[in-house]
């Protein structure tokens, strides 16, 4: 089937672009946030990228899904709602809650971000679907349960972090500040631990390449970021908490 070739080569596409990520991430830091900075071309309110660049992945991945032949399956449908339950807030919800009304972001970063999440709410979502074939049996198979708890975990470990963060900024909206509690206490990016946690699990979940080769792409791009992320706060703040990692505890 010609689709499926494509659908094959586009996972490894995905799995490659994973490695030349990590590796200039690793060198470059991706200008937003509290790592904007000139020299990227035009900006937009970072509100506004946050919801173009991520509609993708719940608009289009609705809209590839339901046209799958297997897309009112039991299965599918439980993948399904997994995949919204983090995109409908990272979308919708998330950008609304943000408080700084003057962030902005480079269009270039918003560009590459709503190119990357059109491919993969593509790849995942037709291979739920449409490609794959889930037995109703698999929502008991070890691969399904160890996959969803890790999801499950990882999402709560993500809306934890994430409001811990917003809360300090509505205390302060103008200056930064040491978080704390929760997994703050032993890693300075728990949210990207998370959220690294979650796409692991939806591999997992789904024991796909597809789901693979998101989970690789997410470490590819978090994990230098909580480096850079953890290497900030050392030099803002003197007092920052030396037994912090980045973002896994006592290792990383």
């Not at 509505?170 to 690294?196: A, H, K, V």
């Not at 992320?229 to 030396?242: K, L, T």
């Amino acid at each position: 089937m010609i689709e499926l070739r494509l659908h094959g080569f586009l996972v490894l596409t995905i799995i490659a672009s994973a490695a030349v990520t990590f590796a200039l991430l690793l060198r470059v830091t991706a200008p937003y946030g509290r790592h904007v900075r000139a020299g990227w071309g035009p900006t937009i309110p970072a509100r506004v990228a946050w919801i173009v660049m991520e509609s993708p992945a719940t608009l289009l991945f609705v809209a590839v899904y339901f046209a799958g032949d297997r897309a009112l399956a039991t299965v599918p449908l439980v993948l399904l709602a997994m995949w919204q339950l983090h995109y409908i807030n990272r979308t919708f919800i998330y950008p609304l809650r943000i408080r700084e009304s003057n962030k902005r972001m480079p269009i270039s970063v918003a560009g590459m971000a709503f190119l990357f999440n059109c491919l993969n709410a593509y790849i995942n979502a037709r291979w739920i679907s449409h490609f794959a074939e889930y037995p109703t049996s698999w929502l008991a198979s070890n691969a399904f349960v160890l996959g969803a708890l890790c999801f499950s975990v990882g999402w709560a470990i993500n809306q934890h972090a994430d409001t811990t963060l917003l809360r300090l900024r509505q205390r302060n909206e103008t200056d930064y500040q040491i978080p704390r509690g929760g997994l703050y206490r032993w890693i300075s990016c728990p949210n990207y631990f998370g959220e690294m946690l979650e796409w692991v699990g939806w591999a997992i979940a789904t024991w796909s390449l597809a789901g693979t080769a998101f989970a690789a792409f997410t470490v590819a791009n978090l994990l230098p970021r909580a480096l850079a992320n953890h290497r900030w706060y050392q030099q803002e703040f003197a007092g920052y908490p030396s037994s912090r990692r980045a973002v896994i505890p006592y290792l990383l």
